[in-house]
């Protein structure tokens, strides 16, 4: 993969920090998270006209149909500017798992919605207790004639508080005993959606399907591909977010070094400091490493090797946590007594990067895949 921008990359990056810097600044992301429940419909249609959501939908369905490369360059800026909005778990997670499972009449029906930022989707695949392990669904799909009865407990829906829809998994019974994909609308009969705000400023939500009814033509993917439909949509979602938390970085050392430029003590700016300045080189040390290791994310979406593609997904996911971990918490050191208020964007950054490790399996969950496959690998 080339790590330098094309042009047109480039320009796509410069138009997406110009929006940011215009329209997503620190007070207005402020007055959002607060009042508009981190999702603001204006801000989504701004950004589903400069492309940002049809971006790898196909061109045949309204989109652009660009690669991993490209979705790089996005969520890059997006993390810069900290954007809450639900581009990953809908124009990412969503998008890959339509366009590549979907059926025919799925794809005509969705892929243009999610493009133009009409339908959000949310991907609700985790339960208490399956500690990020999609194959461990116990939530229940049973045939009810023409259809499927749905019943089960759905947690931390990641900007579950913004969906319309929601991708369920859920197991078929015995024999067929298949983990299966369903479009459920929010207000499904028999859906209970728990709302929460998270720690990074956004909302989540728990599900609670009683009785949920959908028709034969919610199911997404064909017999014996559901776990492989989830898996894909969400080694999309992972390499996003590796992109994204790199642009979070990159914007939190920025933000600190003009702190340290700024702020004096003993009559000296403390950027002077031998110390802190060897904080800072390790800090750019570690975004460094995680920009590489989102590079090789975005390089494992085009891998058709399946052990291969997962070992660099999870290789990717452990070093960007590790390093925004770090980076954040370093962040927050150098700010001093600052670092802990509410009145510096410092905050904000430091608790989307802590979320980076939970989000999609956390360092333990990669680290076990990782041995998994490095394990049945050939000698």
């Known amino acids: 993969?080339?790590?330098?921008?094309?042009?047109?990359?480039?320009?796509?990056?410069?138009?997406?920090?110009?929006?940011?810097?215009a329209e997503y600044p620190f007070a207005r992301r402020r007055e959002i998270a607060r009042h508009g429940g981190a999702f603001d419909r204006g801000i989504w249609a701004a950004l589903a006209e400069m492309g940002v959501l049809g971006l790898t939908v196909p061109a045949d369905f309204g989109?652009?149909?660009?690669?991993?490369a490209s979705q790089l360059v996005v969520h890059r800026?997006?993390?810069?500017?900290?954007?809450?909005?639900?581009?990953?778990?809908?124009a990412v997670v969503g998008t890959a798992l339509l366009g590549k499972h979907g059926s025919a009449a799925q794809q005509a029906a969705w892929l243009p919605a999610l493009a133009s930022g009409e339908r959000v989707l949310a991907l609700a695949y985790l339960e208490p207790g399956t500690r990020y392990r999609p194959e461990a669904a116990q939530a229940t799909a049973v045939h009810n004639g023409d259809g499927y009865r749905l019943d089960g407990v759905k947690s931390l829906v990641w900007h579950g508080d913004a969906a319309d829809t929601y991708l369920v998994?859920?197991?078929?019974?015995?024999?067929?005993?298949?983990?299966?994909?369903?479009?459920?609308?929010?207000?499904?009969?028999?859906?209970?959606?728990?709302s929460?705000?998270?720690?990074?400023?956004?909302?989540?939500?728990?599900?609670?399907l009683q009785g949920v009814t959908v028709p034969a033509s919610a199911r997404v993917g064909c017999a014996d591909a559901g776990l492989a439909a989830l898996e894909h949509g969400l080694d999309h979602g992972i390499a996003a977010q590796c992109a994204a938390a790199v642009g979070a970085m990159e914007r939190l050392i920025e933000?600190?070094?003009?702190?340290?430029?700024?702020?004096?003590?003993?009559?000296?700016?403390l950027a002077t400091f031998q110390a802190l300045q060897h904080r800072m080189a390790e800090m750019l040390v570690h975004k460094e490493l995680a920009l590489s290791m989102a590079y090789v994310a975005a390089r494992a979406l085009d891998e058709?090797?399946?052990?291969?593609?997962?070992?660099?997904?999870?290789?990717?996911k452990v070093v960007v946590a590790r390093a925004a971990r770090f980076v954040g918490q370093q962040a927050?050191?150098?700010?001093?007594?600052?670092?802990?208020?509410d009145e510096l964007e410092v905050g904000d950054y430091f608790k989307q990067l802590a979320m980076v490790d939970v989000l999609f399996g956390d360092t333990d969950f990669h680290m076990e895949r990782y041995g998994e496959v490095m394990a049945g690998a050939p000698d």
């Open 1 to 21: 993969m080339d790590f330098h921008y094309s042009e047109e990359q480039q320009m796509l990056a410069d138009s997406l920090r110009r929006f940011v810097e």
């Open 169 to 194: 998994s859920a197991r078929l019974p015995a024999p067929e005993g298949d983990l299966a994909l369903f479009l459920v609308p929010r207000d499904a009969e028999g859906l209970h959606v728990t």
């Open 196 to 208: 929460y705000p998270t720690m990074d400023g956004l909302r989540g939500a728990d599900l609670r």
């Open 332 to 341: 927050v050191q150098l700010h001093g007594g600052m670092g802990m208020t």
């Open 63 to 68: 989109g652009f149909g660009e690669g991993p």
């Open 77 to 90: 800026e997006l993390g810069r500017g900290l954007v809450s909005e639900p581009v990953i778990p809908s």
């Open 255 to 269: 933000l600190t070094g003009e702190y340290l430029r700024t702020r004096r003590q003993f009559g000296t700016p």
């Open 304 to 316: 058709t090797d399946a052990a291969a593609r997962r070992r660099m997904l999870a290789g990717a």
